[in-house]
Structures are given as structure tokens and as C-alpha cells.
């Protein structure tokens, strides 16, 4: 697998993952994406890379899967979420 499609799947992960309606899944979705690529950066075993590439397409179907369901059940924005007025008008 290229390094080109490695960071297309990981554009799609990171893309599934801010899709979910609730703040603190979608947080730990994107962290957990984001730390999961950061540790396996440094592989250079090709058995490794390609068992990495499979549980991360795995991983994606599963957030592909999870942000529709979270599409269809939102909920209440969170204080954190919400938009700050703009102090100048």
C-alpha cells in the first residue's frame, strides 16, 4: 500500500470521525485516530504496515457505520460546542 493511499484512509478516518453528533465521541475519535496513526508512523516491518493498514480499514467501516447511527440520534449541542458571539457588532 502507497503513502498516498495510507493518508487518504487516514483523511477518511479523521472525516468519519468528526461526523458524530455527540462532542465527546467524536472527540475521543478523533484522538484515538490521530494517536493510533501517530505510533505506527515509525513501522518498517512490511508484515506490520500492512496488519496496521487492515485494522485501520476495519476501524473505518466501524466509523462509517457509527456516524450514521449518530446522525440519526443527536442530541442537545454541548456548552463547550457552542459558538461564541462575535464582539465586534
Known sequence: MSRS????????????????????????????????????????????????VEKAQKNLQMLQRQAQISQMFKGERLVIEAETPSRNK
Open 5 to 52: 493511499e495510507v493518508l487518504r484512509l487516514y483523511r477518511k478516518m479523521l472525516k468519519y470521525s468528526s461526523m458524530f453528533s455527540d462532542y465527546n465521541f467524536r472527540e475521543y475519535s478523533l484522538a484515538r485516530v490521530k494517536e493510533s496513526f501517530r505510533q505506527n508512523k515509525l513501522l518498517q516491518d512490511e508484515e506490520a504496515i500492512l496488519k496496521a
